[in-house]
């Protein structure tokens, strides 16, 4: 459960706590008239989320009362969405369609308690007769229809011996009501569509307002948790479990904000538009803000709940920065992937002076990420390197390789430039260079100063690749239509060249291709012969340079600043401080190039570290919280108006490195600590988080979740070794985020042998 308790969560406690509910029973349940998107993620997230946390129970519930819209595509997609999510729903999937007779017979109970009434009003006169906010509605003449008549009219309506839209079935409530939509709501109308479940054997189909709270009594469901648009339903709804006087426990409505995010279009309207224009390739399109095309472009499924847990659950709307979504891939992705280099725009390099040809050694992971692997390089005299890593007359502050300036080449030697070749229209074709023996990476002697290393490939061994170089769909923040789509949203590299072990021995689906960005191999298109990956998102916010503040902004507003959490392939200029800084830290202190360019560059950071690590000597786990979390609170706040200091951040590190705390608890801490300044020590104890790390507390959860997973473990011990992962995740899952890691990992390797 998330420590920073919502007013959600406020609410069922509350409710348990006086015993009007027994047992949480919440609902996801949207209509499947189009694939889920990421806003469907956060109400998923929040209804399973609070379920989970309460021991309750979560229907997974298709609103299918449209018949003209709906189809098993979109049930399918909305299933395959939880489950992605890492949620199961209680029992089968339920539907509404389902509950179609029971809700026949609570209308008819309404028309014999003189509740409800059918219409015969036109679409317009039904509009015009509804009044104004400031004006009371007019109550149509056929309310005064007797009981017996409009049984008999329902019950034809039902048949199908009427028109689309010549009768309707109205609540008989009050057309002066304040909140207009209590003016006599409709209920039920006609609809001649076949039901891709009930068939044609309805010609009437119920509205929203009258199924949705019906079905939620009927599931026994007690919190109906919905977005903020239906908060003047919550009226109808209330209205028609009590004028039926169904026994209690009833269910009650509480709304949320719903989730808007900038550039991002979500309804499905606009979304069905995209698709039926051919703007895009389909709902998976890796552009789309659905759920398909998420996971398609590489997105995890832990990255998009720490999202949602990160934006948190509000009462009043607001629009999300769709940097902060970039962020959480990019965190996730940053302690999980290895790294790996790729060319894409190739320019030839021969190595005049090196003979022959070696695999050099390189590890897949940064020192501070906790991971094994390494695979070998192939290189010889002739290599490729990126374009724009070599320039003739370089700009100042230029440090990749020139005619005068040496490189380093990543996991290999610093090469010099000899001479550049160039064709009869006078461009650059190939470089001829010279390399250093004595400086290899690991085990450098030659006292060469080189301010950058660049990547490369082998001529010879390097295999071509497809890239798909996707942002974001909309250039406009507030996009409209089809007219604010962003040309540049998708470029093609065809024949960019990749080392050969990402494709010959496929540590991973995911990488980062060092300079370049994170990258996901295509799950549909990608074959052996033709390698295809979807860029996941780069490894900065570069949308930041071109949303800039003007310059005229007054000197003491704040103006917002990039999340400085990676860099990119783009080398900018360090100053002679900025260098020497940065030098210390990959040298001396072992930080890995992305950290400690970070805290090099900004002064307010590399302070705040310096400070931190004064007091803890542990300068890799102190820096990854700065250059990440504190880095992030630095965006929102000034310096004086944070509620931490570098003391607490230095004491949060040292309960993560004597084992006290996991690093997942360490950043739940330190949500807490920037909240409301509390000491680290004293939430740790305060709210019971110390990491679990005795195998006998930690083996009968592991058993658990064997038992539970007996399919998992057939396709473990048949040879998916990947399944491990998901083992883990369910232990550490059902602990809270407190078992050990290491220790959860040895144990359920044991015990899946």
């Given at each position: 459960m998330s420590e920073s308790k919502d007013f959600l969560r406020t609410i069922v406690e509350e409710d348990l706590a006086s015993g009007k509910y027994q047992e949480i029973h919440t609902r996801f349940p949207p209509e499947p008239n189009g694939f889920p998107h990421i806003g469907h993620a956060k109400s998923i997230a929040i209804n399973f989320g609070i379920a989970?946390?309460?021991?309750?129970?979560?229907?997974?519930?298709?609103?299918?009362?449209?018949?003209?819209?709906?189809?098993?595509?979109?049930?399918?997609?909305?299933?395959?969405?939880?489950?992605?999510?890492?949620?199961?729903?209680?029992?089968?999937?339920?539907y509404t369609s389902d509950y179609f007779p029971e809700l026949y017979n609570y209308a008819v109970e309404l028309i014999k308690m003189g509740k409800a009434y059918v219409d015969s009003l036109s679409e317009e006169e039904i509009r015009e007769y509804r009044g104004t906010v400031t004006e009371p509605g007019k109550r149509s003449k056929y309310a005064e229809r007797s009981v017996e008549e409009n049984l008999d009219l329902l019950e034809r309506m039902k048949n199908g011996e009427f028109k689309d839209g010549e009768h309707v079935l109205r609540a008989k409530i009050d057309m002066a009501a304040a909140n207009m939509k209590m003016r006599d709501p409709l209920l039920y109308r006609i609809r001649h569509a076949h039901h891709y479940r009930a068939g044609d054997k309805w010609h009437i189909y119920p509205m929203y307002d009258f199924g949705h709270c019906l079905s939620d009594y009927i599931e026994g469901i007690t919190h109906s948790i919905c977005t903020l648009e239906f908060e003047n339903n919550r009226d109808i709804y209330d209205w028609v479990l009590d004028t039926l006087g169904l026994k209690s426990p009833r269910p009650y409505q509480h709304e949320f904000a719903r989730l808007a995010i900038n550039y991002t279009v979500m309804s499905k309207r606009k979304l069905l538009e995209l698709v039926n224009e051919g703007r895009v390739s389909g709902w998976d399109d890796p552009r789309m803000p659905t759920i398909a095309g998420y996971r398609r472009r590489g997105y995890t499924p832990e990255s998009i709940l720490n999202f949602c847990d990160q934006i948190g659950i509000a009462k009043a709307n607001s629009t999300v920065d769709v940097s902060q979504l970039e962020f959480c891939i990019r965190d996730d992705l940053n302690t999980k992937v290895p790294r790996v280099m790729c060319v894409l725009d190739p320019l030839k390099v021969t190595i005049e002076n090196y003979e022959g040809a070696e695999?050099?050694?390189?590890?897949?992971?940064?020192?501070?990420?906790?991971?094994?692997?390494?695979?070998?390089?192939?290189?010889s005299r002739e290599i490729y390197i990126e374009r724009d890593d070599f320039m003739e007359n370089p700009p100042k502050g230029y440090y990749r390789l020139t005619p005068e300036q040496?490189?380093?080449?990543?996991?290999?030697?610093i090469i010099t430039c000899k001479e550049v070749i160039k064709d009869a229209d006078g461009n650059i074709i190939e470089i001829k260079a010279a390399y250093h023996p004595d400086s290899k990476s690991g085990a450098d002697t030659s006292g060469i100063k080189v301010k950058s290393a660049i990547q490369w490939v082998d001529v010879e061994k390097a295999k071509k690749v497809e890239l798909r170089l996707y942002d974001r769909l909309f250039k406009d923040e507030a996009p409209e239509g089809l007219e604010d789509i962003n040309p540049d949203s998708l470029k093609v590299v065809k024949n960019a060249l990749i080392e050969p072990a990402v494709i010959t021995d496929k540590p991973d689906e995911r990488f980062q291709f060092e300079?370049?960005?994170?990258?996901?191999?295509?799950?549909?298109?990608?074959?052996?012969?033709?390698?295809?990956?979807?860029?996941?998102?780069?490894?900065?916010?570069?949308?930041s340079k071109?949303?800039?503040?003007?310059?005229?902004?007054?000197?003491?507003?704040?103006?917002p600043q990039a999340k400085k959490v990676q860099i990119d392939g783009e080398v900018e200029p360090m100053s002679e401080v900025e260098q020497a800084l940065f030098d210390?830290?990959?040298?001396?202190?072992?930080?890995?190039?992305?950290?400690a360019d970070i805290l090099a560059r900004d002064e307010q950071l590399s302070s705040f570290y310096e400070e931190a690590l004064s007091i803890n000597n542990s300068p890799v786990t102190i820096a990854n919280i700065v250059a990440n979390e504190v880095a992030r609170e630095f965006k929102e706040k000034q310096a004086d108006e944070l509620r931490f200091d570098a003391k607490q951040i230095a004491e949060l590190v040292k309960m993560v490195d004597d084992g006290t705390i996991s690093s997942k608890i360490a950043k739940q801490v330190f949500e807490e600590?920037?909240?409301?300044?509390?000491?680290?020590?004293?939430?740790?104890?305060?709210?019971?988080?110390?990491?679990?790390?005795?195998?006998?507390?930690?083996a009968p959860i592991i058993d658990e979740v064997i038992v539970k997973n007996p399919d998992n473990v057939e396709k473990f011990k048949a040879g998916n070794t990947k399944l491990l992962g998901f083992f883990v995740g369910q232990v550490l899952k059902a602990t809270g985020g407190k078992a050990n890691p290491q220790v959860v990992n040895e144990l359920v390797a044991e015990k899946l042998k």
């Open positions: 989970r946390d309460y021991h309750g129970r979560c229907n997974l519930r298709m609103d299918d009362t449209n018949p003209t819209t709906e189809d098993t595509k979109y049930v399918e997609a909305l299933k395959d969405a939880v489950q992605w999510l890492g949620f199961e729903w209680d029992n089968s999937v339920r695999e050099l050694d390189a590890p897949y992971y940064p020192h501070d990420v906790p991971k094994e692997g390494s695979r070998k390089i192939p290189f040496p490189v380093r080449l990543r996991h290999a030697y300079r370049q960005g994170y990258f996901y191999a295509d799950p549909i298109d990608y074959t052996d012969e033709t390698p295809v990956f979807n860029k996941i998102v780069g490894l900065k916010d570069s949308w071109k949303t800039k503040a003007p310059e005229s902004a007054t000197k003491n507003e704040r103006k210390k830290y990959t040298g001396e202190l072992k930080l890995n190039s992305m950290v600590m920037s909240k409301n300044g509390e000491d680290p020590v004293q939430i740790v104890e305060a709210k019971g988080l110390v990491q679990i790390s005795d195998p006998s507390q930690i």
